[in-house]
């Protein structure tokens, strides 16, 4: 196989264009039908006072440039990159619900990649790909990060598989002025026990846990009785779609108190079921949350925001009840908190157990019987 690139002691040839001096070096570029053809790329060095000045700056580039050339893979098209050598390194490591937000990521904003070689791409081609995308899409701030943050990624996977030496050219980019994201909904108390009043026994209870746990609708699915143990709820399972997996994080298996009206309707639910100790919580299989609200809640209710809007409210109501942050964070075991907090904890705090008790305090729910009234 014919190896890229010119012998090591090329030093490019540097010339003046107007007022910038300018570097320019002869390399072989594979074409696409195997042949290889022979180029004359050039860049600017910018301004400087004497050839020799620039011929110093030249050399420094040129050290870069042969490196890039040795290596022929840098010279693969950014698109090639992403589909043919980053997507299947992360289909091996990431859940596969993050891995679909990148595809669905990709897929959306491909239009926008500039059509360049990997070494090509710079800081420059960072700012404006965001910028395109703003401008034609008028994305808030926050889906502007994620595409940040996902070129990133590609070119550290560059750089930790070899294929490029130079420093990651989307550290430097910056965001452009968008809109910021809108409020998401958080439900409150009241609307929540507005719910229960009207659902059946079955969707009560599967709103109870969403409500008053804060569990992702994923884990939710997931539930089996042998999980629910000396008044918690252990989170050993999550389901996205037919995968099902461990939860999200470490400090996702956390164990969650379950306040008082949580349990009596817990209770009730198993009780109409054969009061089983293990097996799955909600049906005979894992509870496919993607369809259920759509066809056991939202007939009841006039107010439906998603799954999420319970884990919101419930934050919120914590913090209005004078909750500590980091208390709040243990309960919902988010992951942006101490190392300690994200190992594998198997047992509940103290602070936990006591904020899900002031909770307790001002919940007041109704009975729910199996046609959703109260009795």
């Known amino acids: 196989m014919r190896r890229m690139g010119r012998p090591k002691g090329q030093r490019g040839w540097v010339y003046k264009k107007g007022a910038i001096y300018m570097l320019r070096w002869r390399e072989e570029k594979a074409q696409a039908n195997g042949s290889v053809k022979i180029v004359q790329p050039s860049k600017s060095l910018g301004y400087f ?29 950014l698109a090639d990159f992403v589909e043919h050598h980053y997507f299947p390194h992360i289909e091996k490591r990431l859940r596969p619900s993050t891995v679909h937000n990148y595809k669905r990521l990709w897929k959306d904003y491909r239009q ?24 034609a899409k008028d994305v808030a701030r926050n889906t502007l990060k994620n595409v940040k943050s996902f070129l990133s990624a590609v070119f550290k996977h560059a750089r930790r598989t070899g294929v490029l030496d130079s420093p990651n050219p989307m550290i430097d980019v910056s965001l452009p002025s968008a809109r910021e994201a809108e409020d998401t909904y958080a439900y409150t108390l009241e609307e929540v026990t507005a719910m229960l009043m009207r659902l059946p026994l079955r969707s009560a209870a599967v709103v109870c846990v969403a409500a008053f746990t804060g569990l992702r609708k994923g884990e939710i699915s997931a ?83 998603g799954w999420h809007a319970f884990r919101r409210g419930l934050s919120t109501t914590l913090h209005r009840l004078g909750v500590p942050d980091k208390d709040i964070q243990q309960i919902l075991r988010h992951a942006n908190v101490s190392v300690t907090q994200q190992s594998y904890i198997k047992t509940a705090t103290p602070d936990a ?13 109704p009975d729910i019987s199996e046609g959703g009234t109260r009795e």
């Open 49 to 77: 006072r004497t050839k020799s000045e620039a011929r110093r700056t030249a050399d420094l580039e040129m050290r870069k440039i042969i490196a890039a050339i040795q290596n022929p893979e840098s010279c693969m098209p």
């Open 112 to 135: 926008f990649w500039p059509e360049l070689e990997l070494r090509g791409f710079r800081t420059l081609d960072g700012n404006r790909t965001l910028e395109r995308i703003h401008a």
């Open 223 to 305: 539930l089996m009785w042998e999980q629910y143990r000396e008044g918690l709820l252990y989170v050993e399972k999550s389901k996205w779609r037919t995968h099902m997996s461990g939860p999200k994080t470490n400090k996702s298996k956390s164990p969650v108190p379950v306040i008082a009206p949580l349990a009596k309707i817990l209770e009730r639910w198993r009780g109409t079921t054969g009061n089983p100790d293990s097996g799955w919580m909600f049906g005979s299989g894992p509870l496919d949350v993607e369809n259920f609200d759509g066809r056991h809640i939202k007939p009841f209710v006039d107010n439906w925001h």
């Open 353 to 365: 157990l006591n904020a899900m008790r002031l909770l307790e305090r001002i919940v007041s729910l």
